[in-house]
């Protein structure tokens, strides 16, 4: 059961750049969250946004939910190449987290 | 050092055999679960389970088996009945609730022979 949709699917950019991501969902949620995966390894939670917070930092990353659009957008300011990676919103609603298929972030030096 | 970890990082089945991925975590969670992703998706949710000796089938669960008889382990086995069973294996785990931060281990990798 999909929930949540990233957009777009696949970003390249420059070091240096900021990279914007953004994740649409159906159904109300509990909370979203953003995870990381490097090819071929397991997920790393990023950040946790609950529905009653409309932007949340961490380091160089930004992250806004927007429950009336049912959207929210992370921001990654300033690329690195070990930023590289795929990215993942997960919503949070009934019993589960729902993942959506991921946005592959490519950064060149 | 806290964490999760699974084991083997590749595995191998041939074709009728059950096979069983490992899954250990240390950091004292009551809830862990078992994910199949396949190339370019998202990951699908086979089961869970918040509590020792209990687990609830996730979206999944067709053709694979797990067991929770400690709280730090939660094995799972795919049974010849999966019959497309070649996918990349994620663990995690995570406080309580199924809907709170996840922590993932690295992940297993099956290949059919």
């Known amino acids: 059961s999909q929930q949540g949709e990233e957009d777009p699917q696949a970003l390249s950019i420059q070091e240096g750049e900021n990279a914007t991501m953004n994740c649409s969902y159906k159904?109300?949620?509990?909370?979203l969250q953003w995870y990381r995966q490097n090819s071929g390894r397991g997920l790393v939670h990023l950040i946790l946004?609950?529905?009653?917070?409309r932007e949340k930092h961490s380091g160089r990353l930004r992250v806004t939910l927007d429950t009336s659009k049912k959207s929210s957008s992370l921001l990654i300011t300033a690329s690195r190449a070990a930023d590289t990676a795929s990215y993942f919103c997960?919503?949070?609603?009934?019993?589960?987290?729902?993942f959506g298929k991921g946005t592959t972030l490519s950064v060149s030096s | 050092d806290g964490g999760i970890t699974q084991s083997p990082k590749y595995l191998f089945r041939k074709e009728g055999q059950n096979v069983t991925l490992s899954c250990e975590q240390n950091?004292?969670?009551?809830?862990m679960y078992w994910y199949r992703q396949d190339p370019g998706q998202g990951l699908r949710l086979i089961y869970y389970?918040?509590?020792?000796?209990?687990?609830q089938k996730g979206d999944i669960a067709e053709g694979y088996s797990v067991s929770r008889e400690k709280k730090e382990s939660f094995p799972l086995t795919v049974t010849s009945a999966q019959k497309n069973p070649t996918a990349f294996y994620l663990c995690?785990?995570?406080?309580?609730?199924?809907?709170?931060?996840?922590?993932f281990g690295p992940g297993t990798r099956l290949l059919v022979l």
């Open positions: 995690a785990s995570s406080t309580g609730t199924l809907q709170e931060t996840q922590y």
């Open positions: 159904t109300s949620i509990n909370n």
């Open positions: 946004i609950r529905s009653n917070e």
């Open positions: 950091l004292n969670h009551d809830a």
């Open positions: 389970s918040q509590i020792v000796n209990d687990f």
């Open positions: 997960a919503t949070a609603s009934g019993t589960a987290l729902i």
